[in-house]
């Protein structure tokens, strides 16, 4: 089991991305979701300090992932596979780098425009030369509150096709995310 992809199966490296990835969009969605229902003041103000730094954790992430995948092979589709799950793996798969981008830029911006920094974990924070403005500022929380809802269709999708790969396929799909093929 090495660090890069064979095309056979991912690498120690892309699998640490992947979970480290999902991971951190599984707290997103529910630290954004939570804050929504809550009354402003501090306890809210926290959590979205939370969510923005583990956001920009997430952008690092994902952005060193793609890098990655260029740098790799990826493993090849089971050879069961149609035609039409090929395509159909490919365009989640890539919505989901898509949507996920969208969302980051949104939730970045939507702070910007509100006049503040993005936060990371009170270590420093990130000003972005973007003006507050109240009317950009609602456009990009519009984006926001709707975007984490493709994301987490294209999400339902992702895992339903991984579990069917693996219960109902028998293929090596899931395990060459995991522990590996034998
Ligand atoms: C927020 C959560 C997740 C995101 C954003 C995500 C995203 C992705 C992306 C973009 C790929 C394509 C990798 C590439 O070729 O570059 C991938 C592959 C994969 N994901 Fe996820 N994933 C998530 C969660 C999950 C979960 C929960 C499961 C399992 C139940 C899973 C199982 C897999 C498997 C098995 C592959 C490999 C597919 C293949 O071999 O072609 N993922 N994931
Ligand atoms: C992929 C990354 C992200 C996901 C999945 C995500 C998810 C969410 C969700 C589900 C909500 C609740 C939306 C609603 O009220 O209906 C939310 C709210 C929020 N997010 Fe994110 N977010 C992400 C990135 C970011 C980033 C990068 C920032 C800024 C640094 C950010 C800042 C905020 C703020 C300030 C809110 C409150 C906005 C409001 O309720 O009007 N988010 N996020």
């Known amino acids: 089991m090495g660090l890069r992809n ?10 640490a991305l992947h979970w480290l ?14 804050q ?8 809210k103000s926290e959590i979205r300090f939370i969510h923005g730094s583990i956001a920009l954790t997430v952008l690092v992430l994902m952005t060193i992932r793609i890098v990655w995948r260029w740098m790799n ?11 039409w799950q090929r395509l159909a793996a490919k ?10 981008f969208v969302q980051l830029t949104a939730g970045a911006m939507t702070v910007a425009t509100g006049g503040k920094n993005l936060p990371f974990f009170g270590l420093f924070s ?16 519009e984006i926001h509150e709707f975007t984490w809802k493709p994301i987490a269709a294209l999400l339902t999708l992702h ?8 219960f109902v396929a ?11 093929v034998k």
Request: glycine share 10%; proline share 7%.
């Open 73 to 83: 092979d990826v493993p090849a589709y089971p050879a069961g596979a149609a035609a």
């Open 36 to 43: 929504a229902g809550m009354e402003k003041g501090p306890a």
């Open 91 to 100: 365009a989640v798969h890539w919505g989901l780098y898509v949507v996920i």
């Open 170 to 180: 028998r293929n090596d799909v899931l395990r060459r995310m995991t522990v590996g």
């Open 126 to 141: 990130i000003p972005l030369p973007v003006a507050e403005n109240h009317d950009n500022h609602e456009f990009w929380e």
């Open 159 to 166: 895992v339903l096709a991984a579990l069917y790969n693996h």
């Open 21 to 34: 990835v999902a991971v951190g969009i599984f707290t997103l969605l529910y630290l954004g979701l939570q």
């Open 6 to 15: 064979t095309p056979l199966e991912f690498g120690t490296l892309a699998k």
